[in-house]
């Protein structure tokens, strides 16, 4: 079944602002779209996309997915099919519903064990969960491997994050060469955040990957985020908020 969501995947190095900027495209979406349904998905293990969105997460996918691994560690001869079906319903415990849009955290990485049928199930029912949104986006870890084994495989937007280093950039560009081999996308995209020097914004290139914005290094949110204030409260007027739109725009979300 063909995804009708546009799934938007935001991945870069950890420490550039991924989850700010992932939580200021919520926020963009939320504004410009008030009658579409949104989903946002934390799949970096440290839930921070909840914090920079005001969501009070109570459970996690994968603590659902250890809820279903012990049962069968302790041998409760329930079916493995009666578990599945009912990890598909305690899904529905774990999103929670926001003004606008609805958020679903997937929580800490696996622990040792492979328990590949849970892993592909739970990654099958956040498939069919997104069909229900017509937009989709998920912070991703500091790779792009991990969403493609617990969350989903096709995106329709990759958008990926650095800083002016030389370290971010790299980063960035193996995420590319990751994503290509194994997931599929439409569009991709590059914006550079927390920049400090606007005149060497070209010398920080992705091979063949556009580069969407360049955000300056803004204190009003650097002071909102230290006061532990989510961006839905950042002025329309920021920095980080005007290049997130003003790349949103470029790769057609907006």
Do not use: W
Request: some cysteine; overall charge negative.
């Amino acid at each position: 079944m063909e995804n009708k969501a546009k799934i938007l995947t935001v991945a870069g190095k950890g420490g550039v602002g991924k989850t700010s900027i992932c939580a200021s495209i919520v926020r963009l979406m939320v504004e410009k779209y008030p009658d579409k349904k949104i989903l946002a998905i934390d799949a970096d293990p440290a839930v921070g996309l909840s914090v920079a969105l005001g969501v009070d997460v109570k459970l996690t996918l994968d603590d659902i997915r250890q809820s279903i691994v012990d049962s069968v560690e302790n041998g409760e001869t329930r079916e493995a099919m009666e578990l599945l079906s009912e990890a598909r319903f305690r899904i529905f415990d774990a999103l929670v519903e926001m003004p606008g849009f609805a958020f679903l955290a997937i929580g800490r990485p696996e622990s040792s064990g492979c328990y590949c049928k849970v892993n592909s199930y739970l990654k099958e029912v956040i498939s069919l969960l997104a069909n229900s949104f017509d937009y989709v986006i998920i912070d991703g870890e500091a790779g792009i491997e991990q969403i493609q084994r617990r969350v989903m495989d096709k995106v329709t937007h990759l958008l990926l994050i650095t800083d002016q280093s030389k370290k971010g950039a790299q980063v960035v560009t193996t995420i590319k060469g990751v994503a290509d081999e194994l997931i599929s996308y439409e569009k991709i995209g590059v914006i550079i955040n927390r920049v400090t020097n606007p005149e060497l914004v070209p010398l920080t290139q992705v091979p063949g990957v556009e580069i969407l914005s360049a955000i300056p290094a803004d204190a009003v949110f650097a002071a909102n985020d230290i006061k532990g204030r989510s961006v839905l409260e950042l002025p329309e007027d920021s920095a980080v908020l005007k290049g997130v739109r003003e790349a949103l725009q470029k790769i057609e979300i907006l």
